[in-house]
Structures are given as C-alpha cells and as structure tokens.
T-cell receptor
Framework: GAVVSQHPSRVICKSGTSVKIECRSLDFQATTMFWYRQFPKQSLMLMATSNEGSKATYEQGVEKDKFLINHASLTLSTLTVTSAHPEDSSFYIC???????????FGEGSWLTVV | GEDVEQSLFLSVREGDSSVINCTYTDSSSTYLYWYKQEPGAGLQLLTYIFSNMDMKQDQRLTVLLNKKDKHLSLRIADTQTGDSAIYFCAERAGTASKLTFGTGTRLQVTL
C-alpha cells in the first residue's frame, strides 16, 4: 500500500486563486520531504526541499513566494500555489525518505489545472 | 550539475526480456533508483542499488551498475503487458534524499 499520500489527486482552480496540496507520510515520520513538478511527457524536476521546523529550501528558478511550503508536522508537508496562473498547471508530486533512509517513496501526485 | 540520460522508448514482445539503460554523470552518487510510472499516476519504487554494488536481483528485476562507466540498467524478465509504463532512473548524491531523474523510458509491451 501507499506509504506517502497526497491530496487532492486532482484540482481545478481559477486564475488568481490559491490552492493547497498536502503530502503525508503514512506510518512513519519524515523530517524532510521533497516537492517535484512534472510537465506532460517530461521528467520530474525538483522544486524544493521541505524541512520540518524550518524554512524550505528552494531550487534555483523556483519562486518561493509563489510556491509556499509548510512542513507543519513530522508527517505533513503542504505546497500552496499562490495566485495561480494557467502556466502553473502541472503534475505536482512529493516524496519522503523511508525509515531506513535508503528507500525514497513518492506520493500519488496531484494534477493541478488552472483555468 | 548532475545529468541523467535514458533512451526515450523501448518496445518488446510479451514474454521477452526488457533492458532499460541509464547513464549518469555525478561521480558522487550513493544510490541509484528505478521507478515505474503508469499514465496519470505517481511513482512506484521498483528497486534501488547502492553505488558500491554491481548487481542486484529482485524477482523479475535485475539491476546492473557499472560505476566506472556510470551506466545503470534495469532488466525485466518475462515482460508482461502490465509492465507497460514509463521507467525513470534517478540518482542520489551524498546523504541528501533529493533525486535527479532521468528523462524516462516508455516501455511498450506488444502481444
């Protein structure tokens, strides 16, 4: 079964609004989680590292004020896309390292469509 | 920076073996991973290999690692139609848990 869960799996929002995506580790704690973005038929690009109890670390070129990340607890990280635009439409997927540290699990992903 | 390359497409007949190849550039890679992604879905961890190993077998899956050439492969024995998906290799450098992904290989299994 899934060890990392994302919600919602699909969301449609209007331009200018904000949308929140949740990433939860199930039955294990994750002090660090990762957010990726995937455009259709392309690979995954790391957006940011979510750190429990401290600020997220953003990759070069990712707007931190647009993609707000909050690691509220040891099992939950949220990504909020603020003032969404159609070009933000994409597949967003999170990951978390398992308890062994060697395995890295991904959530089911969240499809965002901005209209 | 890190670069991970894969061929884009592979077609095999059901029952044959599939070999998906991956090359990477980062010599500090500690672990290398294979993930499977079905249409519209998340990533399923298939297997991973530590960089000081050269082979790992897990049921129908065999991973070969040539660290000198920075070449990784995934062999799927007795490929089934349910194996049709996109396969991503990913490398992990150092102790950080962030991954650099390859371009993905779409595996098509024909009858």
């Amino acid at each position: 079964g899934a060890v990392v869960s994302q919600h919602p799996s699909r969301v449609i929002c209007k331009s200018g609004t904000s949308v929140k995506i949740e990433c939860r580790s199930l039955d294990f704690q994750a002090t660090t989680m990762f957010w990726y973005r995937q455009f259709p038929k392309q690979s995954l690009m790391l957006m940011a590292t979510s750190n429990e109890g401290s600020k997220a670390t953003y990759e070069q070129g990712v707007e931190k004020d647009k993609f707000l990340i909050n690691h509220a607890s040891l099992t939950l990280s949220t990504l909020t896309v603020t003032s969404a635009h159609p070009e933000d439409s994409s597949f967003y997927i999170c990951s978390a390292p398992g308890t062994s540290g060697n395995t890295i699990y991904f959530g089911e992903g969240s499809w965002l469509t901005v209209v | 920076g890190e670069d991970v390359e894969q061929s884009l497409f592979l077609s095999v007949r059901e029952g044959d073996s599939s070999v998906i190849n991956c090359t990477y550039t980062d010599s500090s890679s500690t672990y290398l991973y294979w993930y499977k992604q079905e249409p519209g879905a998340g990533l399923q961890l298939l297997t991973y290999i530590f960089s000081n190993m050269d082979m790992k077998q897990d049921q129908r899956l065999t991973v070969l690692l040539n660290k000198k050439d920075k070449h990784l492969s995934l062999r799927i024995a007795d490929t089934q139609t349910g194996d049709s998906a996109i396969y991503f290799c990913a490398e992990r450098a150092g102790t950080a848990s962030k991954l650099t992904f390859g371009t993905g290989t779409r595996l098509q299994v024909t009858l």
